[in-house]
Each structure stands twice: as structure tokens, then as C-alpha cells.
């Protein structure tokens, strides 16, 4: 009803992001920028639909935005995805950096947790990756029932990473 309405558009941007229209999902998203520049929800957005879209430097500029003005936006969640989009473009140092910040505010998300054993592998450090991989094993190991079932994505990941790792290990 009205054009001018931010969180309109903005709403708008979710519901195409959740249906997989992605392209529309950035005109909503841009466009409740377009009328209020300090839309930190729509840069976030922003942000992560470049990230999947592999446009990394545009999605750390949008990240970049929200640390501007918002530390702990989307209850530190920030700090993951710029992590998870260092590792993404092979700035490891970098990503282990975001993903410190975060596991320092929310030490048992099992997807930082994994991300951080990434970044570690990434560097060459297959120690303290097992030890993060590990760590996100039993972070979704002793979840909440519907805490599990959100998470477990990340329990297998973490134990595909370390049955490789031992593979490796044993053609050495």
C-alpha cells in the first residue's frame, strides 16, 4: 500500500529469499535500503544472498555495514557469516577471526564450531580443526531435541570432515 515503506519491502525480500527468488529477494532487499539507509536487516540479507551466490567481496560490504553500526546484530549471528564468507573466498586467518568473535559471545553453535574446524584445516592447524569438529559434535550431541533437528546438518558434516581426516592419516 505504501511504496515508501521500508519493512514492507523488507518483508517482501524474506518471503521471496524463503521461496528461492533470490533475484527478487535483492530488489525488495535494495529497495528498503533505497528509503532507509540504516536497514541493517536488509544489508544482512544482502549479505547473505551474495555469500550463496559466491559474490563474496559484495557480501562482506554488506556485512560490513551492519558491524558498522551493529556489533551484535542478529544476536552476534553476523560474526558467523562473515566468518563462514572469509572461509568461502580461502581468507582463513581472516574467518578464524569473525568466527573468534562469535564463539566468544555463543561458544556451542555447532555451526560456528564447524566453520571455525574449516578455518583451522584451512591453515593447516589439523589439530585444532579435529578439536572444533569435535566440539561441534557434542554441542549437537547434547542439544535439545529441537535444537538437534535443526542442527544435525552440522553433526555430519563434522563427522565426514573427521572420518577424511583419518583416512589421510592412514595412507600416510
Not at 553500526?69 to 573466498?89: K, L, P
Not at 586467518?93 to 564463539?103: E, P
Not at 566453520?115 to 593447516?124: T, V
Not at 546438518?153 to 565426514?160: I, K, S, T
Request: net charge neutral; charged share 30%.
Amino acid at each position: 500500500i505504501n511504496p515508501r515503506d521500508s519493512s514492507a519491502h523488507y518483508n517482501l525480500g524474506l518471503i521471496h529469499q524463503h521461496r528461492g527468488e533470490l533475484d527478487q529477494a535483492r530488489e525488495r532487499f535494495q529497495r528498503a535500503i533505497d528509503i532507509d539507509p540504516d536497514e541493517l536487516d536488509a544489508h544482512y540479507q544482502l549479505g547473505r544472498i551474495a555469500r550463496a551466490q559466491n559474490r563474496q567481496v559484495e557480501a562482506i560490504g554488506h556485512f560490513e555495514e551492519v558491524v558498522q553500526r551493529d556489533q551484535s546484530h542478529a544476536q552476534n549471528e553476523i560474526w558467523r557469516e562473515i566468518g563462514a564468507t572469509y572461509i568461502a573466498a580461502g581468507q582463513f586467518a581472516d574467518g578464524r577471526d569473525a568466527l573468534d568473535k562469535f564463539l566468544n559471545r555463543r561458544e556451542n553453535d555447532p555451526q560456528g564450531l564447524y566453520l571455525m574446524g574449516r578455518a583451522h584445516a584451512g591453515l593447516g592447524d589439523s589439530q585444532e580443526a579435529a578439536t572444533s569438529m569435535q566440539a561441534c559434535i557434542d554441542a549437537v550431541k547434547t542439544a535439545p531435541a529441537y535444537k538437534y533437528r535443526v542442527e544435525k546438518r552440522w553433526l555430519h558434516e563434522a563427522q565426514q570432515f573427521l572420518k577424511g581426516k583419518k583416512r589421510q592419516e592412514a595412507t600416510k
